[in-house]
């Protein structure tokens, strides 16, 4: 006899791999569409809204990246909004402002995007902007050196807080020489180096068709939007030759670090590597971090904050990875705290890998993590940066609906063999302040 938990698993499974299930409903007013360049386009039409957003999105970003060219992606992006063939820096924020919007890009982990938001009548206006962008950036050499230094400034930034040095450093030992290792906005070591040249390299390889999708979202008719990107990109490259992931990590074997620094508050760190979005128990990992650190009734809050006052703030981050994600929980402290924290810590998440969760505890989380995502999609910006990042990645426009049904479905015994599968051999990175 098939068990309800083997149901319940094989549901999730099947809602993640994208095979939809009887309850599942498309969202009304969104539309895919394939031009015959191989770009994708993607509209959802929000007639309550006035304004409408474009999220053009590429399948480009650190995760593609060798320590050596380490950041490229964010630096191709931030100079391509410096200056195109027909304007300047300064011709495209005014341009952008007279149509009553703004234009902006950047390059991530997993994709890189030039968004921006118009008035609704002036829509077309707004992807004219995102296309010229796209098709024609000119690479001045004083805005790179500019973008260079604001980027070099923003790297130095990152190494100087404590929490996001430590964070890096926990990264660093979980996934070795992976590029999920270092952050998306990338390394000094190559940020320092790079130069035109490798931007228009860069450029050139990434900026083709089947690796674009742009998502439109507002007062807009889906036929009109089609319609018009068909030109506008229609000069696109078509398809290049493929491009080779990295290699999955290998697994950590636990480590533990200790960084002085000088810092008010000490930085607990525990992390572990976790599935990727395909994976059939991300859901249930998602669940299991919102049991220990989602809001103020997670076990970390009460346990370490409420009931022993070992923390100042906590909680646990997980992203949305197609290679392994992180699961990572981490806490500030008072430095003569550090020790009992650490140690409250691990017992935290060694007492979820062997005892059951409750029915409301369950629900609680569930619903922390269903409303928080459905809090992060409620404007237009949002919607169009999930439907072009899902869709680019491969996951799917409609990933986040298949993921909502999927959270919904997860059971308490997912959560513990997800807590049994992942939270072994934890790595630890702690940051003191040096001894007086």
Known sequence: MTSRVSLARLGLALALVGIPSAAAAQPPGITRHLLPNGMTVIVREN?????????????????FETPEMAGITNFLLRTMIRGTSRRSAT??????????????????VESAEIRGEALARHWEGLLGLIAEVA??????????????????SQIKTRAETPFTLSLDALLRELYGSHPYAWPGVG????????????????????????????????????????????????????????????????????????????????????GYLGPGLSDPAYPAVRVLGAVLGGGMAGRLFVELREKRGLAYALGVLIPFRTGPSFFVTHLGTAPENSAAAEAGLLAELERIRQ??????????????????????????????WYLAFFEVIGAGWDFPERYAQALDAVTAADVEAAARRFLIHPTIVVLLPPAR
């Open 47 to 63: 007639p309550a809204a006035p304004v409408v957003t474009a999220s053009l999105q590429v399948r480009a970003g650190s995760r």
């Open 91 to 108: 011709e495209l924020a005014e341009a952008a402002e007279e149509i009553g919007g703004n234009l902006d890009a950047s390059g991530e």
């Open 135 to 152: 098709l024609e950036p000119s690479f001045p050499g004083e805005e790179i050196e500019r973008e260079r230094r604001l980027i070099l």
């Open 187 to 270: 390394l000094a070591s190559a940020v320092g180096r790079l130069g035109r040249g490798e931007l228009v390299a860069r450029y050139r390889a990434v900026f083709r068709a089947e690796r674009m999708v742009l998502a439109v979202s507002g007062q807009v008719s889906h036929e009109r939007v089609v319609r018009i990107s068909e030109r506008l990109f229609a000069k696109l490259p078509r398809p290049g030759t493929g491009e080779v992931g990295a290699a999955a990590p290998t697994t950590p074997v636990g480590a533990r670090r200790v960084l002085e620094r000088p810092a008010q508050q000490a930085q607990v760190l525990v």
């Open 355 to 384: 005892a059951s969760v409750g029915r409301e505890e369950l629900a609680r989380a569930k619903a922390y993590l269903l409303g928080n995502f459905a809090l992060d999609r409620r404007t237009n910006a949002r919607q169009a």
